[in-house]
């Protein structure tokens, strides 16, 4: 999986997309969008974070050839799939062309996923949230519980 940050508007459609494939129930996650106070200047950044133990990358599609329902879903086509092994494959190309990496954490990710404009602060970012709502106490509740 290739994340073009530079493309993801944080709009969940993607998660949302995921949940439903999968009948997740609420307040669980397969794969989820992290938005993320920016520190270096007033703004967000969008952040997609795959479960290392749920998410499947759509592997029940896969076997009709179709692409995950999260990268179906993305409006902005921030994600692409692939296999990346291939040498010839269009997202193993793209991923060198735009020197895409993993994400540098300390916490569980798919490390099968591969990001573009990635920050340096991205990776211990991924604990801390927006507060979407004032009356809302949880600032990171697009989190879950799990996953």
């Not at 296999?83 to 494959?89: E, F, K, L, N």
């Not at 996923?113 to 990171?140: F, K, N, R």
Request: glycine share 8%; proline share 7%; hydrophobic share 35%.
């Amino acid at each position: 999986m290739l994340v073009d940050l530079r493309r993801c508007i944080g709009c969940h459609a993607c998660s949302v997309a995921c949940k439903t494939e999968h009948r997740v129930p609420l307040g669980e996650f397969r794969m989820r969008v992290r938005w993320l106070p920016r520190p270096d200047r007033p703004g967000i950044s969008f952040l997609p974070l795959f479960h290392p133990d749920t998410c499947d990358f759509g592997a029940n599609r896969a076997r009709y050839g179709l692409a995950p329902a999260c990268v179906d879903a993305c409006p902005t086509d921030a994600l692409v799939f692939g296999d990346g092994a291939a040498a010839g494959a269009t997202v193993t190309r793209t991923a060198k062309r735009l020197s895409a990496k993993p994400l540098e954490t300390s916490t569980r990710t798919r490390a099968d996923v591969l990001y573009v404009s990635q920050e340096d602060w991205h990776g211990e970012a991924i604990h801390s949230g927006v507060e979407l709502s004032p009356e809302d106490t949880d600032i990171i509740y697009e989190q879950g519980r799990r996953g």
